[in-house]
């Protein structure tokens, strides 16, 4: 059932690509900020993997999230060093250092 509405919420909003669902979404986020589950993130990580600027674009307006988004990146970039790995690491890097969030080695977790 999990694996089913996470894929409900990620083709509504990353298929549409509307930005009023997205911002609703991230603001869902937020409200369950401190949840233990983990597929909210995942499905931001799934959303941004497909259109990382469309995503970022609309993640600058909602810092605090920056360390779910990059949770929910983690089961793709994790332990790889492939071209669109890196690409991703350094972005997500670089918006952390933009809004001057601490590092977090998410290495330990996997």
């Not at 009023?20 to 499905?43: C, H, N, Q, W």
């Not at 993997?49 to 995503?55: E, G």
């Not at 332990?79 to 952390?96: A, F, I, Y």
Request: aromatic share 12%.
């Amino acid at each position: 059932l999990h694996l089913s509405i996470r894929r409900q919420r990620q083709m509504c909003i990353r298929d549409s690509k509307d930005r009023e669902l997205f911002r609703k979404y991230l603001k869902r986020l937020i409200v369950e900020s401190g949840s233990a589950d983990e597929a909210p993130r995942f499905t931001l990580g799934d959303i941004y993997i497909c259109f990382p600027d469309w995503t970022i674009k609309i993640m600058e307006d909602y810092p605090s999230l920056i360390y779910d988004l990059e949770w929910g990146v983690v089961p793709y970039i994790h332990g790889k060093n492939d071209n669109e790995s890196l690409k991703h690491k350094t972005r997500l890097s670089g918006l952390r250092e933009k809004f001057k969030l601490e590092k977090v080695n998410y290495d330990k977790y996997y």
